[in-house]
């Protein structure tokens, strides 16, 4: 049906930056929203960024002027451009993809989904 896989993860020293990807593949008619969350050890998870299909954004303020989310409404594709990492960005980042509407067994369905996660690590 649909799937959200994620790339971009990894181990990186405070200051550096990582490029984070969420590919949505499946019968895709138009996806709503898609976002970025993450979960620290013991902790919820949180909203990080989402933009809507328009390109309208929203961050968490902890990550407002470093990070940057953007999509390719062609690709079915969002991105997370993160600067400046700090230790406390440690965590699982989750994609999140909003009121997809796809097209499956002859008809139309409307969804959200998430992806499996990738593990991002800011050493000190």
């Known amino acids: 049906q649909v799937q959200l896989v994620e790339s971009g993860g990894g181990l990186v020293q405070a200051g550096g930056s990582l490029n984070l990807s969420c590919a949505a593949s499946?019968?895709?008619?138009?996806?709503?929203?898609m976002g970025w969350y993450r979960q620290a050890p013991g902790k919820q998870r949180e909203l990080v960024a989402d933009?809507?299909?328009?390109?309208?954004?929203n961050y968490a303020d902890s990550v407002k002027g470093r990070f940057t989310i953007s999509r390719d409404n062609v690709k079915n594709t969002v991105y997370l451009q993160m600067n400046s990492l700090k230790p406390e960005d440690t965590g699982v980042y989750f994609c999140k993809a909003d009121g997809v509407v796809y097209y499956f067994g002859s008809q139309y369905h409307r969804l959200d989904y998430w992806g499996q996660g990738t593990q991002v690590t800011v050493s000190s």
């Open positions: 933009i809507t299909s328009g390109g309208k954004t």
């Open positions: 499946g019968s895709i008619v138009r996806i709503n929203a």
